[in-house]
DNA sequence: TGACAGGCATCGGTTTTACCGATAGACCGG
DNA sequence: CCGGTCTATCGGTAAAACCGATGCCTGTCA
């Protein structure tokens, strides 16, 4: 006994002790969680019974099949990942804005990861060759959100500017389009040819259709008339075959169908669309950096020349291909 | 060199480095942290060296006089207090909701700490006898959220129901009085009255200013009159002594002062105060239990008789001294 | 300008501990 | 009742955290 070591001096969990938690839970074992770690069973064993010790209560349910956590266990594997994540925000902290390395797991709905982000990872990646980016499709609504609380992405881009708790930065306009078969001709659209044509919608729900809502309900137009579609492609199928028209975002029109015009609103109608990461972490330099290479090359600087050469009539003849190999 | 250890593996740093960085830049030097954390000085110095291999890049500047971080050490050292305290709050997460235990630091403005906690620490301290209340008093204004968010406290009671991106749960109306020099007699308030009587306020930038500005503008007053005091015992001396009249919380009235009458207003005004906490630590069982402590003896239910009895002419006569040792 | 003082980095040596392989024990399905 | 699967335990080893002592740097003062 050298020192008496102030006995039961406030000790708190290491990272690896934390790690091991949230990877046994993730894994639902010990094995498995020992196999993705790189590290032996018993080292894992070790590590969450170190755990149960200082929290003098256990945090796993073992059972022959399947280790389960604990009602005080699944509150403390949540703590435990904002703790390994912060520990692995120190380093990104430390970072200078130049010389950038790391991982970057961005978020996107499928157009957007199509269209909007190869020029943006082309210039950034050019920029910050050390950094690998890591694309995530987010394909239904929100998953965006979703995997940025849940710490799998680092960023996401999103649509509109709700997302409170979320550091968000606007980054375009995502205008909206009427959509006919192309035998109706390119004539300008009226407000009376919206009011008088069957209209095919996404459901309900959707914020594309509340927003659609609240813009036909300002033209005086009821919606409540409307089909509506799960899938835009299905929507899009039926306009094509003289079923109705519809409204949607440039954007979601990617790749151009065929058989369909594409005419500008009588009176113009946009979506925001934003970046988003967690508060906390927007001030990271590799998630700004990522940031003002998306403001950079889509943000307002740039909405002189539209990003995309979509087909739409009755509007100033600028098309510029920009080709790249 | 018995495993390869994949060159360069992405290591972590240790929460122990981490909590050598934040005590070095609190205490402002290597030698004072040391002591702080009752650690060597040359454990110190390690610690934070290691921690800066891994960044590749110096955190602290080191001067005789004075260690002060870089600006990457700047915005390591935030990241590196949330992974400390959010390891921290994996141990209090793991509690059961008996048989808590720990340190809890509660912030308020005075006359809370003064009138409203006492009973409530004495039913709290009966149920979880193992848990540690320290009051921290928050003297200005939004000293509360401060403290929250730099990690110095675990709740706050504040005042209002703003605070965005913190948890809030509301405990009660603090009504506000009319105060007048005794001379006054204690007859009823009337609207002529409030418009005809010299007002002495607190500061304009302040939130009780606000309200009772925009309470005062409903009833067709004019503030831009108002007379202001930095300190309320001020302005109560003012009245005592006739220059005017004034308006306050009844709660920011204690201890009740001499030679002034309380009365009720014509049209009632109160302004709420929450107990505030950060959003992902609303869910610790420790704050869980203390909120859960205020909210029965402050909260709705206890609603019926005023917990403060106050010497305010003009109401219900009720009065139950109620005392305690 | 030179010596002093305060404060941090470096250096061996010691202790702690994280990790491993192997093995024993617990549980479920057959 | 037995075999398969999973976790806890046990020595042993290697890494690293920690310490006291010492050297170095810098700013200060005579």
Redesign the interface.
């Known amino acids: 006994m050298t020192r008496p070591k102030s006995t039961s001096a406030h000790v708190?969990?290491?990272?690896a002790q934390?790690r091991a938690l949230i990877a046994v839970v993730d894994a639902g074992g010990f094995g498995e969680a020992a196999a993705e770690l790189n590290v032996s069973q018993s080292s894992l064993s070790e590590a969450v019974g170190k755990?149960e010790d200082?929290?003098g209560?256990p945090?796993l349910r073992r059972s022959a099949r399947g280790t389960v956590p604990t009602p005080?266990?699944l509150?403390?594997v949540?703590?435990?990942r904002?703790?390994?994540q912060?520990?692995?925000?120190?380093?990104?902290?430390?970072?200078?804005d130049s010389q950038l390395s790391g991982v970057l797991r961005v978020s996107s709905f499928r157009s957007g990861a199509t269209y909007l982000l190869p020029p943006v990872l082309v210039a950034f990646r050019q920029q910050h060759p050390a950094v690998t980016v890591k694309l995530l499709d987010g394909d239904r609504a929100g998953a965006g959100e979703q995997l940025l609380r849940s710490g799998q992405a680092d960023l996401a881009l999103i649509e509109g500017v709700s997302a409170?708790?979320l550091s968000l930065t606007p980054l375009l306009m995502d205008d909206y389009l009427f959509i006919a078969p192309e035998s109706r001709g390119t004539q300008p659209v009226t407000v009376q040819e919206l009011a008088e044509s069957p209209l095919l919608l996404s459901p309900r729900g959707d914020a594309c259709f509340q927003r659609i809502e609240t813009y036909l309900g300002r033209l005086g137009i009821d919606t409540s008339s409307a089909t509506e579609f799960e899938q835009d492609s299905v929507t899009l199928g039926m306009v094509r075959h003289g079923l109705g028209i519809t409204l949607m975002p440039r954007l979601a029109l990617l790749p151009v169908p065929d058989g369909l015009v594409l005419l500008p609103l009588p009176e113009p109608l946009s979506r925001p669309l934003a970046v988003a990461t967690l508060?906390?972490r927007a001030?990271?330099?590799l998630i700004q950096a990522f940031t003002a290479a998306l403001v950079a090359s889509l943000g307002s600087a740039s909405g002189q020349t539209t990003p995309l050469a979509l087909p739409v009539w009755n509007q100033s003849p600028k098309l510029e291909p920009e080709a790249r190999g």
């Open positions: 708190q969990p290491t990272l934390l755990l200082l929290t209560r945090l005080a266990g509150r403390a949540g703590h435990a904002s703790a390994v912060a520990a692995g925000d120190v380093l990104l902290a430390a970072q200078d409170v708790d508060p906390w001030r990271l330099p």
